[in-house]
Nanobody, 128 residues
Framework: QVQLVESGGGLVQAGGSLRLSCAAS????????MGWFRQAPGKEREFVAA????????DYTDSVKGRFTISRDNPKNTVYLQMNSLKPEDTAVYYC?????????????????????WGQGTQVTVSS
């Protein structure tokens, strides 16, 4: 079992930055692949970024490439999402997710909502 708690959301003007954090507990964090998703009002939950348990492989959805950076600190059991050059269309509830599948199997679901564990979400609002 893994518990995930997101923090760092808030209101920011377009062009600004935020850093989201996700603290994990309940299982050896360094063995778990992690992801960030977001869901805007009236829309489906969409993949944002993923990172391998070791931190040496990452993936992003096209709309955030060059603006967002996913990283992790395994000794601190925390994964981060640094968001720069924010746009109003980035407004959403952001969710942290975790999955303990082996990396080859995780790659098959990394961009989907099939992760095993989910946090409660943190609101990010970008004003124009």
């Amino acid at each position: 079992q893994v518990q995930l708690v997101e923090s760092g959301g808030g209101l920011v003007q377009a062009g600004g930055s935020l850093r989201l954090s996700c603290a994990a507990s309940g299982r050896t964090f360094s063995t778990i692949n992690m992801g960030w998703f977001r869901q805007a009002p009236g829309k489906e939950r969409e993949f944002v970024a993923a990172i391998k348990w070791s931190g040496d492989n990452v993936d992003y959805t096209d709309s955030v490439k060059g603006r967002f950076t996913i990283s992790r600190d395994n000794p601190k059991n925390t994964v981060y999402l640094q968001m720069n050059s924010l746009k109003p269309e980035d407004t959403a509830v952001y969710y942290c997710a975790a999955d303990s599948r082996s990396w080859p199997h995780f790659l098959g679901i990394a961009g989907s909502a099939k992760y095993t564990y989910w946090g409660q979400g943190t609101q990010v609002t970008v004003s124009s």
